[in-house]
Each structure stands twice: as C-alpha cells, then as structure tokens.
C-alpha cells in the first residue's frame, strides 16, 4: 500500500479521504492534528449583552457556509 501524503491535501480532500477510507486510523489521526491546531474563536461571552444575537448570527453564517459548500443538485 503506498503513503498517502495528507499534508498535500486541502481540509475537504483530508475529509473526504477520511469518510471514504474510515479503517485508515493515520488518515483519522491527521484529521484530528488538523482540526485542533485551527485557531478557536471566541462568538460572545457569556456576559455580553447581545448573546443571542452573536449566537445567532453565528449559526446563520455556518448553515449558509454549509449549504454553499455543498454541490448543486
């Protein structure tokens, strides 16, 4: 079997290699490396007054993010 070259991939091939290759554990660990180094950003703290609001906004943007990425039927 040869050596697949996960740092080459972009995050949706490296995903889309994973969910196609599931029994791959190295492909699962790389995976996982990616997403934890990805900088956390903060939405709204629990304090500020407009919580719901950022909140949200936030889901909105992810859902239209989503449905963006995905192929045309």
């Given at each position: 079997m040869s050596q697949v070259?996960?740092?080459?991939?972009?995050?949706?091939?490296?995903?889309r290699y994973f969910l196609s290759n599931r029994q791959d554990q190295a492909a699962?660990?790389?995976y996982l490396d990616r997403f934890s180094q990805r900088p956390k950003s903060l939405i709204a703290s629990p304090s500020d007054p407009d919580f719901d609001a950022k909140i949200q906004?936030?889901?909105?943007?992810?859902?239209e993010s989503s449905r963006s990425s995905q192929p045309a039927k």
């Open positions: 070259n996960f740092d080459a991939m972009s995050d949706a091939e490296l995903k699962f660990q790389a906004a936030a889901i909105r943007q992810k859902l």
